[in-house]
């Protein structure tokens, strides 16, 4: 992970140098006199706090999207149910860490339950035995309340999830993240390096202006050293439930994600329909999986989450 921090000028020497705040490309940088201090350099105390607190979480997936409405939460969500249903014994939680739009209790149907803090820290809400989830939503007075929030408070809010939540054993924690590559995704990336990350997951629609943001989320996870477990198409096609007639809703000019998958040699793990019962579903807060368990998007997801446990596997 680098260390020049995202604001940076162009020839940043990074927090670390020891020209730091006092190279020529520092003159006007509003972080000048803190790294000039030798402040900047000193590790951040959570980021070991972080690896300990997470000590027993196996693997932990940041799920990411270049743009919004891509349905990134909602495949978040089927990821959790597909991985937990998969196996009793599989333990599998859910960090709503998208601070500015945090559905994951509407999705998962939990809406309006309440977190405990204890001595051994933030108690996740189960949604079933073998599924949990902590999310801003739970915490928040009205649901408008973080779309406010500054970086630096959004950032404290991160660091606050990822050190402060007992998830107790974890096979899996799937980190639900806001759209695009903003502070908050390097916050995550930089208070989880020593935790480590199994990778991320990044999910998109087949048209060329989302998977342009997503060339970008690509070249983010490069540059911060994340791997890429690989890109999920989402609403790739719809299906007419009355004729069956298919559909491109979003077409794929520039031959969707599974031309760009090869072009950048990246693992293209499923897509999945579009289907007006999913998000019926979502917005009641069933679980799709055991409504339509022969579904398409069902089978399709189940294929996904296969090769996400073997991308795990090897990571
Ligand atoms: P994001 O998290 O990327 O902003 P959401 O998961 O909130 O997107 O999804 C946006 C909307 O699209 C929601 O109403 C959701 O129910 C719907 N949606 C997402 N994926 C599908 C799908 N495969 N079929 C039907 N509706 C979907």
Redesign the pocket.
């Given at each position: 992970m680098s260390n020049v921090p995202d604001n940076a000028p162009q020839h940043c020497p990074g927090t670390e140098s020891q020209d730091a705040g006092k190279a020529s490309a520092c003159a006007g940088c509003p972080n000048q006199n803190i790294c000039a201090s030798g402040a900047a350099s000193i590790p951040d105390p959570a980021i070991d706090i972080i690896k300990n607190r997470l000590s027993n979480v196996k693997h932990k997936i940041l799920i990411l999207?270049g743009?919004?409405?891509?349905?990134?939460?909602?495949?978040t969500s089927l990821l959790g149910h597909a991985l937990a249903a998969k196996n009793p014994d599989i333990n599998v939680g859910i960090l709503d860490a998208?601070i500015c739009?945090p559905?994951q209790p509407r999705?998962l149907g939990v809406r309006g339950e309440q977190v405990h803090n204890s001595g051994s820290g933030w108690s996740p809400v189960y949604v079933t035995d073998n599924l949990s989830l902590m999310s801003i939503g739970f915490l928040l007075g009205s649901p408008d309340d973080a779309v406010i929030w500054r970086g630096p408070k959004k950032n404290g809010m991160i660091k606050q999830f990822l050190s402060e939540v007992d998830w107790g054993e974890l096979d899996y924690l799937l980190i639900?993240t806001p759209?695009g590559t903003s502070d908050e995704h390097l916050s995550a990336v930089q208070y989880l390096s020593k935790a480590g990350l199994s990778g991320a997951v990044v999910?998109t629609t087949p048209q060329e202006v989302a998977l342009l943001d997503v060339r970008k989320e690509l070249q983010f996870c490069d540059k911060v050293g994340v791997k890429v477990l690989g890109v999920i198409e989402?609403?790739s096609l719809f299906v007419c439930p009355n004729c069956k007639t298919r559909s491109e809703i979003f077409p794929a000019t520039t031959g969707g994600a599974v031309q760009m998958c090869s072009d950048l040699d990246t693992q293209m793990l499923g897509s999945?329909?579009?289907?007006?019962l999913?998000?019926r579903c979502?917005?009641e807060g069933t679980d799709f999986l055991q409504a339509l368990p022969n579904s398409p998007?069902v089978i399709a997801l189940k294929d996904i989450v296969d090769k996400i446990i073997s991308a795990c596997e090897s990571a």
């Open positions: 999207s743009k919004g409405g891509v349905g990134k939460s909602t495949v998208d739009g559905s999705v639900d759209p999910v989402n609403m999945l329909p579009l289907d007006p999913l998000a979502c917005d998007a």
